[in-house]
Structure formats: structure tokens, C-alpha cells
């Protein structure tokens, strides 16, 4: 089972490579966009403070949201998603290997890009840290939710407006999670209850994703 799950992996792993360009949009729409809210915000150090992780996550939900149909919809047109299937890897197997290899992809420049959000949004260490965290541990969820959201587009074969209106709503307690602030909390707390959250997030998220895109995918694939 495992030597199934790593060839697998190991082959989503050699196609994204083959496709660096996705970083490159990625990470490209990241940047410009938090620029874009640094600029418009103007220098008021205090808003920075107040809106860092709003800011932050609505860029990682839009850029994960219009970069995710890349690693399903080359696969389901080249008839790739089939053929996995008919060589006997499971659904669920084929969703979580696609999952592990977006969160590699997407996530992990968010080593190099959330530095640079030190610098524009003037974060202090603690922050940075607990935003580095806070990306860790919610992002999953948050790619989780786009695999269904890209299934879903792809069974009913329309634009992805009708993305946005199905899926939405499943992004919004994620990120009222991930954007809320404790009273109590300063600069110099970091949030614990938060971060245990969002593990129980992902854990709820995961098993309900793989048995709804399991589905998905058997009635894609007929």
C-alpha cells in the first residue's frame, strides 16, 4: 500500500516539476497583491498591525483558489484521472497525493514570501512567527477545500463563478478562524488555542474531502 502511495506521489511530484511556471504565477500574485494592499493601506504602522493576517490569508485563499485547478484539469483532460483509476490507485489515494504535492508547491514558498511580509506589514518577531504557524497549519484545510472545489467544477462542467458560489462558504470559518485576534492577546503571546483549531479543522476537513471527492471522481469517471 505505502510503495503504491509513494509511486504515486512520486509521480505528482515529477509533473508539478515539469510545471514551474505554477510556482512562479503563484508566488508572482502573492507579492504583487500584498504590495498592493501595503500601498493602499498607506504607512499607518497601526492598521498594519490590525490587518496582517486578513491580508495575508485572503491573498494565500485567492491564490490557492486560481492556482489549484492547474493540478487537476491537465489530468482530467489528457484523461490522466481515468487511467490512474483504471490502474487500480483508489480515489482517496489519488486525492491525498495531489493534496501533499500542493501544499509542497504552494506552500513552502511561503518560507521566503512571509519574511517579506515582516518587512512590508511591520511585523515583530512574534507575529512572524505565529503567522509562519498559523500558514502551516491552516493552508492544508485550505488546499483540501480547493480540490473539492476544482471536482466540483469539473462534474458540472461550468465557469468557476459557480466555484466561488458552492465552496465559499466552506472557506469562511477557516479563515474567521485563522484572521481572528484574542482581546487579550499582544504581541509578544502567541496563540495556542488557535493553532489547536486549526489542526481539528484539518482533521474534520480531511476525511469528509476524501470521501466526497471519492464520489466525485467515480461519478466523473463512468
Known sequence: MMNIFF???KREIKLSIDRISIITSYSSFFLMSLLI????IGPDIGKLNELYSPIVWLIMLFSIILISENFLMHDYRDGSLRELQYLGYSEEL???SKAIVMFLILIIPHFFLIPLCSILLNLNLTEL???SINVILGSPSLILIS??????TIQVRQSK???FVIIMPFYIPLIIFTTSRNPNETSDIIDLNKFLILIGFFLITLP???LS???????VNK
Open 7 to 9: 509511486k504515486l506521489l
Open 37 to 40: 494592499f501595503t500601498f493602499g
Open 94 to 96: 489519488i486525492i491525498f
Open 208 to 210: 469528509i474531502v476524501l
Open 147 to 152: 480540490i473539492i472545489s476544482n471536482l466540483l
Open 213 to 219: 471527492g471519492k464520489m466525485i471522481l467515480k461519478e
Open 161 to 163: 463563478v459557480l466555484q
Open 129 to 131: 512567527i505565529s503567522l
